[in-house]
Protein backbone atom coordinates (compact mmCIF):
# COMPACT_ATOMS: atom_id res chain seq x y z
CA UNK A 1 0.00 0.00 0.00
CA UNK A 2 1.35 3.27 -0.57
CA UNK A 3 0.90 5.95 1.90
CA UNK A 4 -0.40 9.26 0.92
CA UNK A 5 -1.37 12.45 3.17
CA UNK A 6 -4.32 14.25 1.81
CA UNK A 7 -3.63 17.97 1.56
CA UNK A 8 -5.95 20.45 3.18
CA UNK A 9 -6.18 24.31 3.17
CA UNK A 10 -7.98 26.83 5.98
CA UNK A 11 -9.23 29.92 6.01
CA UNK A 12 -8.99 31.40 9.51
CA UNK A 13 -11.03 34.57 9.32
CA UNK A 14 -12.01 36.85 12.27
CA UNK A 15 -14.24 40.07 12.34
CA UNK A 16 -15.14 41.70 15.24
CA UNK A 17 -13.78 39.53 17.29
CA UNK A 18 -15.69 36.74 15.81
CA UNK A 19 -14.40 33.72 13.91
CA UNK A 20 -15.54 32.47 10.70
CA UNK A 21 -16.81 29.22 11.23
CA UNK A 22 -18.71 26.66 9.15
CA UNK A 23 -21.16 24.12 10.01
CA UNK A 24 -21.11 20.83 8.68
CA UNK A 25 -23.00 17.14 8.10
CA UNK A 26 -19.59 14.50 8.99
CA UNK A 27 -19.85 10.73 8.93
CA UNK A 28 -18.92 11.49 12.97
CA UNK A 29 -22.32 14.24 12.95
CA UNK A 30 -22.93 17.72 12.80
CA UNK A 31 -19.69 19.68 13.16
CA UNK A 32 -17.90 22.61 13.27
CA UNK A 33 -14.80 23.74 11.08
CA UNK A 34 -13.19 26.66 9.50
CA UNK A 35 -13.88 26.75 5.64
CA UNK A 36 -11.40 23.96 4.22
CA UNK A 37 -10.79 21.72 2.05
CA UNK A 38 -8.65 19.35 -0.53
CA UNK A 39 -6.42 20.78 -2.74
CA UNK A 40 -7.06 19.93 -6.36
CA UNK A 41 -5.14 18.93 -9.09
CA UNK A 42 -3.00 21.58 -10.55
CA UNK A 43 -4.71 24.46 -7.91
CA UNK A 44 -2.19 26.37 -5.67
CA UNK A 45 -2.84 26.22 -2.01
CA UNK A 46 -3.98 29.85 -2.46
CA UNK A 47 -6.29 29.23 -5.23
CA UNK A 48 -7.67 26.86 -2.73
CA UNK A 49 -8.12 28.17 0.41
CA UNK A 50 -10.03 30.74 -1.76
CA UNK A 51 -12.20 28.20 -3.71
CA UNK A 52 -13.29 26.77 -0.46
CA UNK A 53 -13.95 29.88 1.69
CA UNK A 54 -16.00 30.86 -1.21
CA UNK A 55 -17.85 26.98 -1.74
CA UNK A 56 -18.24 26.66 2.09
CA UNK A 57 -19.36 30.06 3.40
CA UNK A 58 -19.98 32.37 0.22
CA UNK A 59 -17.51 34.84 1.24
CA UNK A 60 -15.03 35.95 -1.24
CA UNK A 61 -11.26 35.91 0.64
CA UNK A 62 -8.25 37.24 -0.44
CA UNK A 63 -5.68 35.41 1.57
CA UNK A 64 -2.39 37.59 2.84
CA UNK A 65 -0.85 35.43 5.36
CA UNK A 66 0.23 31.83 6.47
CA UNK A 67 -0.05 31.05 9.69
CA UNK A 68 0.89 27.64 9.93
CA UNK A 69 1.21 24.04 8.10
CA UNK A 70 -0.20 21.40 10.64
CA UNK A 71 0.29 17.52 10.13
CA UNK A 72 -2.39 15.34 12.12
CA UNK A 73 -3.62 12.33 11.88
CA UNK A 74 -7.28 10.72 12.26
CA UNK A 75 -7.99 7.54 14.15
CA UNK A 76 -11.16 7.23 13.03
CA UNK A 77 -10.38 6.84 9.23
CA UNK A 78 -6.26 6.35 9.39
CA UNK A 79 -6.18 9.52 7.33
CA UNK A 80 -2.96 12.02 7.59
CA UNK A 81 -4.00 15.32 6.93
CA UNK A 82 -1.66 18.39 6.11
CA UNK A 83 -3.23 21.46 6.42
CA UNK A 84 -2.33 24.75 5.24
CA UNK A 85 -3.61 27.66 7.04
CA UNK A 86 -4.55 30.83 6.18
CA UNK A 87 -5.93 34.31 7.00
CA UNK A 88 -6.56 37.65 5.24
CA UNK A 89 -9.09 39.31 4.28
CA UNK A 90 -13.05 39.18 3.11
CA UNK A 91 -13.87 41.63 0.23
CA UNK A 92 -17.55 40.30 -0.31
CA UNK A 93 -20.27 38.19 0.29
CA UNK A 94 -22.69 35.81 -1.95
CA UNK A 95 -25.68 35.85 1.15
CA UNK A 96 -27.75 33.95 -1.44
CA UNK A 97 -25.59 31.74 -2.97
CA UNK A 98 -25.76 28.21 -2.26
CA UNK A 99 -22.98 26.41 0.03
CA UNK A 100 -20.99 23.19 -0.49
CA UNK A 101 -23.38 20.03 -0.15
CA UNK A 102 -22.96 18.92 3.42
CA UNK A 103 -22.36 22.42 5.10
CA UNK A 104 -25.40 23.26 6.57
CA UNK A 105 -24.74 27.23 7.46
CA UNK A 106 -21.62 29.58 8.07
CA UNK A 107 -21.55 31.38 11.44
CA UNK A 108 -19.48 34.01 12.98
CA UNK A 109 -18.65 32.64 16.92
CA UNK A 110 -16.71 33.74 19.67
CA UNK A 111 -13.13 32.09 20.99
CA UNK A 112 -14.36 31.22 24.01
CA UNK A 113 -17.59 29.53 21.55
CA UNK A 114 -14.85 27.89 19.86
CA UNK A 115 -12.93 26.65 22.61
CA UNK A 116 -16.14 25.56 24.40
CA UNK A 117 -17.73 23.63 21.26
CA UNK A 118 -14.22 21.22 20.87
CA UNK A 119 -16.56 18.04 21.47
CA UNK A 120 -18.48 19.42 18.19
CA UNK A 121 -14.81 20.19 15.86
CA UNK A 122 -14.40 18.21 13.12
CA UNK A 123 -10.60 17.96 13.88
CA UNK A 124 -8.15 19.03 16.68
CA UNK A 125 -6.45 21.52 14.50
CA UNK A 126 -9.69 23.97 14.29
CA UNK A 127 -8.73 25.07 18.02
CA UNK A 128 -4.80 25.30 17.19
CA UNK A 129 -5.41 27.40 14.27
CA UNK A 130 -7.01 29.39 16.46
CA UNK A 131 -4.85 30.15 19.14
CA UNK A 132 -2.03 30.79 16.97
CA UNK A 133 -3.84 33.27 14.85
CA UNK A 134 -4.42 34.79 18.19
CA UNK A 135 -1.20 34.09 18.83
CA UNK A 136 0.31 36.21 16.22
CA UNK A 137 1.51 33.40 14.17
CA UNK A 138 2.01 35.03 10.54
CA UNK A 139 4.06 33.80 7.67
CA UNK A 140 4.76 35.52 4.31
CA UNK A 141 2.68 33.75 1.48
CA UNK A 142 6.07 33.73 -0.44
CA UNK A 143 6.94 31.04 2.13
CA UNK A 144 5.15 28.51 -0.13
CA UNK A 145 5.78 28.36 -3.85
CA UNK A 146 3.84 27.09 -6.61
CA UNK A 147 4.93 26.22 -10.17
CA UNK A 148 2.96 25.85 -12.69
Known amino acids: MVWKPHVTVAAVLERDGKFLMVEEETAQGIRYNQPAG ?38 ESDTTYIRFAYTGEITEHEA ?10 ALWL ?24 LAGRRYPLELVTHYE
Open 38 to 75: HLEAHESLSAAVIRETLEESAYHFVPTQLIGIYRWHAP
Open 96 to 105: GRELDKGILR
Open 110 to 133: TPDEIRASVARHRSPLILRCMEDY
